[in-house]
């Protein structure tokens, strides 16, 4: 079983809309949690990172976690062109970061 | 804050030669810094985890003797890919968790903007 599952995609939403990505993780020791934005040819840069079950936002970006469930979710609200990329979810467990494969975005103008 | 430099950020070589990538915290200290290797349209591949002054610690099935680790200090580590073939051409990403993040609630890392290898 992987340490962290995420529905690959490609999703696509229109420009406006609310992109929600969703991510599963299977150690219930896990504390640390981490959203991840990955432009093409590019290496990732950290969007978001929350440790407390619930909602924690910021600007247009929020993230959402459970951890009962052992899930960790991204909301984008009012999704942009801009915003079409690979987002990586990632967990660490210990001393480790484990990543998602990554769900493909695309926000259709 | 929290920029990680790599160097350089693309490379050509011959088969069988040796190529350094380096990987530099430009503001801030790190006493761990992690290697990933990424293949076109796949996820992030942790490769090894550098700590400075100790060796590195490497994922299971990757070569240590071919992929040397040097951690010498805060701000640098460099990976060098030895007797590089065809199958090692990659995108290459090192990041950097600064000092004194290691506990819940701070933890992070952060990623340099990676080196795309490509060897003949």
């Known amino acids: 079983q992987k340490e962290v599952e995420q529905n690959s995609g490609p999703l696509s939403v229109p420009e406006g809309a609310i992109a929600s990505l969703n991510c599963t993780y299977s150690d219930r020791v896990s504390q640390s949690f981490f959203w991840y934005r990955q432009y093409s040819g590019k290496s990732p840069e950290l969007i978001m990172s929350i440790y407390s079950n619930g909602d924690k936002e910021d600007g247009r970006f929020t993230a959402q976690l459970n951890k009962a469930s052992q899930y960790v979710s991204l909301l984008i609200r009012d999704s942009q062109p801009s915003d079409s990329a690979t987002y990586l979810c990632a967990v660490k467990t210990g001393n480790q970061f484990y990543f998602g494969t990554g769900t493909s975005l695309t926000v259709i103008p | 804050g929290a920029v990680v430099s790599q160097h350089p950020s693309w490379v050509i070589c011959k088969s069988g030669t040796s190529v350094k990538i380096e990987c530099r915290s430009l503001d801030f200290q790190a006493t761990t810094m992690f290697w990933y290797r990424q293949f076109p349209k796949q996820s992030l591949m942790l490769m090894a985890t550098?700590?400075?002054?100790?060796?590195?610690?490497?994922e299971q099935g990757v070569e240590k003797d071919k992929f040397l680790i040097n951690h010498a200090s805060l701000t640098l580590s460099t990976l060098t890919v030895t007797s590089a073939h065809p199958e090692d051409s990659s995108f290459y990403i090192c990041?950097?968790?600064?000092?004194?993040?290691?506990?819940?609630?701070?933890?992070?890392?952060?990623f340099g903007p990676g080196t795309r290898l490509t060897v003949l």
């Open positions: 990041s950097a968790r600064p000092v004194g993040t290691d506990y819940y609630g701070t933890d992070t890392q952060y």
């Open positions: 550098s700590n400075e002054g100790s060796k590195a610690t490497y």
